[in-house]
């Protein structure tokens, strides 16, 4: 059984108790469920996905797409398509307007007989625009959505089943966890676009100052709870960025791979074929995994106190000011931080210079159970007839979405925040490109075979925005027990499971 010390967390035989438990449950399941999956088309290795091998296969490979599109829809098709998605916008860099308007007129030149009438929509407005038409009968044809927005209109009938075969492509071209975001009750609605994960940066004058090498960042999640005291206690500075507010997606991505880590989950999500009937939220992974932020949080103290608020834009400032050891994010992160800098005056302009010099990205740490990531990305969605404004043309719908998922427009639309969906993208000259230009990308594309998508349920937003920061907020604020904090929540999952 496990004890409990005066904090109300597990104690440290308690916690090597869970952690024994979470890791014969992890044997099993010792590599990610992409990696586990992953059927990789000719030629390419997404077993050995190092920055190294990923590298060395950019630019090996040549790419005719009007080709490729023409075996699918013929070139000379007539016909007329309507598509909404989330484009570049006025805080767009300027490369993401150039690359949308680009990828427009090389669709118009492939095929010159399909008119598309598109609707380029803000991020915060497009879900509930798209859940209003579908509801009057005035959907696209076609939608590129955020990764788990799909769900919600397939669970209500208003999608077409589709994949990867339907416009000339083999599921093996694109991450099985990439294919698990498009799935419902056993069928695929959708073909990926883009996928991308994140990575560990860490301040290595901050780890050298704390007596760690400056050039390794913790190699397991244990290794995290301990550089982040030791910087703490050494430096006066938080050790690492915890982000716990509740009703906010930065939570959940960056909570969640730490929870896959120690072997536990929301529901199943993590296993190879999940059917995410089973709550996982209270299994001993989940709880050791919880008590690891409670031992940062409470016991340590060697996180931002306000990270009970904090979302991920709170750990920017403290981290270009050297005042916060590690935190989780984008590669973009780089150029942010970048930017911050060049803007910088006086002696905030040198610390933040010092700061962005010693800026270094590594893999996020591995648990007893395996390395995990959250799977991000897009999928496009063709809407079924019954709800599409007007006829749905199906031909020019596929001939759309062969142009825009195969391996040069899903590497070159993902230019600045992505990858490519389709796995050839990474052979292409232009991900080459990419990888020359833009720092550390190298590194947390080496995340994606680890990458675990949220349950692909219509629930999802609410367990990993509401009820998962919930959980965290009740352990961290000593409201309740970390075991009886995580029992609660997998109680409200169950809840919300059989209510609906």
């Known amino acids: 059984m496990a004890t409990f010390d005066e904090f109300g967390g597990l104690s440290s035989l308690g916690r090597r108790r869970l952690l024994g438990a979470a890791a014969a449950v992890g044997m099993a399941a010792s590599m990610p469920g992409a990696a586990r999956a992953a059927t990789a088309p000719a030629g390419l290795d997404t077993s050995n996905w190092t920055p190294e ?40 860099p300027q490369i993401d307007h150039r690359i949308d308007a680009e990828f427009w007129a090389a669709f118009a030149k492939t095929y010159p007989n399909i008119t598309v009438e598109k609707q380029n929509l803000d991020y915060n407005q497009m879900l509930n625009k798209v859940r209003t038409a579908a509801l009057g009968n005035a959907a696209p044809m076609v939608a590129k959505f955020p990764i788990l927005w799909g769900v ?90 915890l982000v716990a507010r509740t009703n906010a997606g930065n939570t959940p991505f960056r909570f969640m791979p730490q929870l896959w880590a120690y072997g536990g989950g929301a529901l199943d999500e993590a296993e190879a074929r999940p059917g995410y009937k089973s709550v996982y939220l209270n299994n001993a992974g989940s709880k050791a995994a919880l008590q690891a932020s409670f031992d940062m949080y409470v016991r340590d103290r060697s996180v931002p106190v306000s990270a009970l608020t904090n979302t991920q834009n709170e750990n920017q400032d403290p981290f270009i000011s050297g005042q916060l050891g590690m935190m989780i994010s984008h590669p973009s992160e780089y150029a942010f931080m970048l930017d911050r800098a060049s803007k910088a005056t006086g002696d905030d302009k040198k610390t933040a210079e010092m700061v962005v010099a010693n800026m270094r990205y590594g893999l996020v740490p591995k648990g007893p159970a395996r390395r995990a990531i959250v799977f991000g990305g897009s999928n496009a969605h063709v809407f079924d007839a019954k709800v599409v404004d007007g006829k749905l ?88 027990s970390v075991a009886a904090a995580a029992d609660d929540a997998a109680r409200k999952v169950k809840a919300l499971l059989t209510s609906l």
């Open 53 to 92: 091998y990923i590298a060395s296969i950019a630019g090996t490979m040549e790419i005719d797409t009007a080709a490729e599109c023409a075996k699918v829809v013929p070139l000379n098709t007539k016909g007329r398509v309507t598509y909404w998605y989330v484009g570049p916008n006025q805080a767009s």
């Open 152 to 241: 919600e209109f397939a669970a209500k009938g208003q999608l077409m089943p589709l994949k990867p075969e339907d416009v000339g492509f083999g599921s093996d071209e694109f991450w099985p966890g990439a294919l698990k975001s498009v799935m419902w009750n056993g069928k695929s609605y959708g073909i990926p676009t883009n996928n991308e994960t994140m990575g560990l940066i860490w301040n290595a004058a901050l780890f050298q100052a704390a007596g760690l090498d400056p050039e390794k960042p913790p190699a397991t999640w244990d290794d995290l709870v301990l550089y982040s005291k030791a910087i703490k206690d050494k430096t006066g500075k938080n050790g690492y960025g």
């Open 393 to 480: 043309d199906m031909e020019a719908a596929r001939a759309l979405l062969a142009f825009s998922t195969g391996p040069e427009w899903s590497t070159k639309i993902a230019w600045t925040n992505s990858n490519p969906g389709n796995l050839r993208g990474f052979r292409t000259k232009w991900m080459k490109e990419r990888l020359e230009t833009i720092k550390f990308l190298n590194v947390t594309t080496s995340m994606l075979p680890s990458g675990i998508p949220f349950p692909v349920i219509p629930e999802s937003g609410e367990i990993m925005n509401i009820i998962v920061p919930d959980m965290l907020q009740n352990a961290l604020t000593k409201k309740m």
